[in-house]
């Protein structure tokens, strides 16, 4: 009888010493989990593909695995960024992320700068922005973000003026005063940008797209200014914007050998920004 009741008895400090255990780790926070050893980082063509290659050789020395996938338009990158298809993104500015997440609802977020490219005019027509004719057609991006990057662009070379009390990184067709060339602004999607110089006078294109199209560098009649906000940054969903591995992957990217391999083989199209 007595064996029975101290088996009983050691049965309930155990259950009890089982739940104060359950009840005391839930006032802590969950272990973290375990560094990833791989992730998928999505970029368009261009310079970001060249830039990423040398990233995944450094990162390969830490032992990261680092996936590249090439997109080619700047909408898809970001939508496969919050639908989990991808763990990060390298290739565009924040204010054209901020743009997408405010039409789409999701919570994407930078967690790293990597590198200013200048938007650059080019022609295959004219080798002076003083010899743009009346009437001429200008093509700039159509996404929302390079779209009033362009337009800012043009406004600061002369060839627009805009409303002053709209935010740069919010102007659109829509806020351009005055066009005294009556420039005919039409709207492409970004990547037709460099086929589009057969039909217009001249094109806004990113340095991304120009490059994967080996545009002549000659061909670039003015470029935009060094005050401009639009530095490229590394995407990540808002929930894994701690995330170790991907803070890892940030610190590899603005390393020394990824700065000095921009800083020598992409001079005049891009700058560190780091």
């Keep these: 009888m007595k064996l029975k009741k101290w088996i009983a008895a050691a049965v309930a ?6 739940l104060t255990a359950g009840c005391g780790s839930s006032d802590k926070k969950a272990a973290a989990p375990a560094e990833k050893k791989s992730i998928t980082v999505g970029i368009t063509p261009g310079y970001s593909e060249e830039i990423m290659e040398v990233v995944k050789k450094e990162a390969a020395k830490q032992g990261l695995t680092v996936e590249i996938k ?13 639908q989990k298809d991808i763990d990060l993104n390298s290739f565009q500015h924040e204010p054209f992320l901020l743009a997408f997440n405010k039409k789409n609802g999701t919570k994407l977020v930078s967690i790293g700068k990597t590198y200013l490219a200048p938007l650059k005019l080019y022609s295959t027509k004219i080798k002076d922005i003083k010899d743009i004719p009346d009437g001429a057609k ?8 390079n779209g009033g990057r362009a337009i800012l662009m043009l406004s600061k070379l ?29 709207e492409l999607e970004a990547a037709q940008l460099p086929r589009s110089l057969d039909d217009t006078t001249a094109s806004v294109i990113n340095a991304g797209y120009a490059n994967s ?14 005050t401009s906000p639009y530095v490229n940054i590394i995407a990540a969903r808002e929930e894994d914007k701690d995330n170790p591995t991907y803070k890892k992957f940030v610190q590899i990217f603005q390393s020394q050998p990824v700065k000095d391999y921009i800083l020598e083989n992409c001079k005049g199209n891009l700058e560190p920004a780091w």
Excluded: M, R
């Design 13 to 18: 400090v155990l259950a009890l010493a089982g």
């Design 138 to 145: 200008i093509a700039i991006p159509n996404d929302p973000s």
């Design 158 to 186: 002369g060839l627009l003026k805009v409303n002053p009390d709209v935010k740069a990184t919010e102007l659109t067709v829509n806020d351009i005063t005055e066009n005294p060339k009556h420039l005919q602004i039409l």
């Design 213 to 226: 199209a080996k545009l002549a560098p000659e061909l670039a009649i003015a470029k935009e200014d060094n």
């Design 70 to 82: 090439t997109f080619s338009d700047y909408v898809t990158p970001d939508q496969a960024l919050a």
